[in-house]
């Protein structure tokens, strides 16, 4: 059981906005950096987010992250049907002394 | 462009230890943070432990008293092991490198079945 706590789906139309939410707490979101992550089935993960909101080169600008408190949220404009994935949020657990997942969502696009 | 290229045994009976080997390419192994992830079906992303430099461990909590992650300089590759595997341990298992707070490259994934 993840100590990161995402919705398990959201859906929107096609060219429309979703957001992803991740809560979590004082040892892991709050202090250390929030990631996300984009998992297509039979694929490895891809890095969408990292430091919170920065982008890595080749990630569109459809994507962003931020952070507030103990929570973090992905935002996905523009939606595409290529946009139809797993996501999941990561960060360090100072607690833990570990790497932690989200629950992961699953984005539809209607 | 670093490359991840993993491998190992896909079929394995209760009790026996999992090996997986990740092999790294087109960057620099040295100074870097190594990471074991997987998914069982149905489920998500777990966090199994990493290596950085200097061979320094970290274990998942949950996983700890039966994993070994281990490198090899020389050969610029590094392994886990998942000692007394149950059908739990049924999952995709991924190699990663850690930089510096998420994981940036990705190895394909290797499909791992406990069965007796």
């Known amino acids: 059981q993840s100590v990161l706590t995402q919705p398990p789906s959201v859906s929107a139309a096609s060219g429309q906005m979703v957001t992803i939410s991740c809560s979590g707490s004082?040892?892991?979101?709050?202090?250390?950096?929030v990631s996300w992550y984009q998992h297509l089935p039979g694929t490895a993960p891809k890095v969408l987010i990292y430091?919170?909101?920065k982008r890595p080169s080749g990630i569109p600008d459809r994507f962003s992250g931020s952070r507030s408190g103990t929570s973090a949220t992905l935002g996905i404009t523009g939606l595409q049907t290529g946009d139809e994935a797993d996501y999941y949020c990561g960060t360090w657990d100072s607690s833990l002394s570990a790497y932690v997942f989200g629950t992961g969502t699953k984005v539809t696009v209607l | 462009q670093v490359q991840l290229q993993q491998w190992g045994a896909g079929l394995l009976k209760p009790s026996e230890t999992l090996s997986l080997t990740c092999a790294v390419s087109?960057?620099?192994?040295?100074?870097?943070?190594w990471n074991w992830i997987r998914q069982p079906p149905g489920k998500g992303l777990e966090w199994i432990g990493e290596?950085?430099?200097?061979?320094?461990?970290k274990y998942n909590p949950s996983l700890k008293s039966r994993v070994t992650i281990s490198e090899d300089t020389s050969k610029d590759e590094f392994s886990l092991k998942l000692s007394s595997v149950t059908a739990a341990d049924t999952a995709v298992y991924y190699c990663?490198?850690?930089?510096?707070?998420?994981?940036?490259?990705w190895g394909k994934g290797t499909t791992v079945t406990v069965s007796s």
């Open positions: 087109g960057g620099s192994f040295s100074g870097q943070s």
């Open positions: 004082s040892s892991n979101i709050e202090n250390n950096h």
């Open positions: 290596i950085n430099h200097g061979g320094s461990t």
């Open positions: 430091d919170n909101n």
């Open positions: 990663a490198r850690d930089a510096s707070s998420y994981m940036d490259v």
